[in-house]
């Protein structure tokens, strides 16, 4: 009978270190991807201050980040899926990659060279013309 009683306790002690180990590795499932890149200008010179907006094709939702001073972007924990992602910034034509495919526990890397938005300028001249009287040729 004491045998018996001792390998009960034994395995019970066992299954609890078990639970006890496969807990902390059950919280660290994977669920989502990540979304990198950098923004360039024509001319290959990094581009700070960009907006990047990245859109989950089946919800809609929107994550959104700023480039840096080196031109490089991280949007973390996204929902893995299909993507457009949006470059924007002022001065620059807005830039998309659509149908962008987010992996579970990976990186997924959208790199964008903008170009430079075409500048046009309306100048308005106004003034009016003297007042010339035809019938007198006095001043």
Not at 40 to 67: F, M, R, S
Request: proline share 2%; aromatic share 6%.
């Amino acid at each position: 009978m004491r045998l018996r009683f001792k390998a009960v306790w034994g395995l019970a002690a066992a299954l609890c270190v078990m639970l006890l180990v496969a807990a902390p590795l059950a919280a660290q499932t994977v669920t989502t991807g990540d979304i990198t890149g950098t923004i360039t200008d024509a001319q290959g010179g990094v581009l700070p201050g960009a907006t990047v907006t990245a859109t989950h094709a089946d919800t809609g939702t929107a994550y959104e980040a700023v480039t840096g001073a080196d031109g490089r972007y991280s949007i973390l924990n996204v929902r893995v899926g299909t993507y457009t992602i949006a470059a924007t910034m002022s001065g620059f034509k807005d830039q998309k990659q659509e149908k962008v495919q987010v992996m579970l526990g990976s990186a997924q890397t959208a790199d964008f060279k903008l170009q430079l938005a075409s500048v046009s300028e309306t100048v308005n001249v106004v003034a009016s013309s003297p007042l010339v009287d035809t019938n007198s040729a006095g001043t």
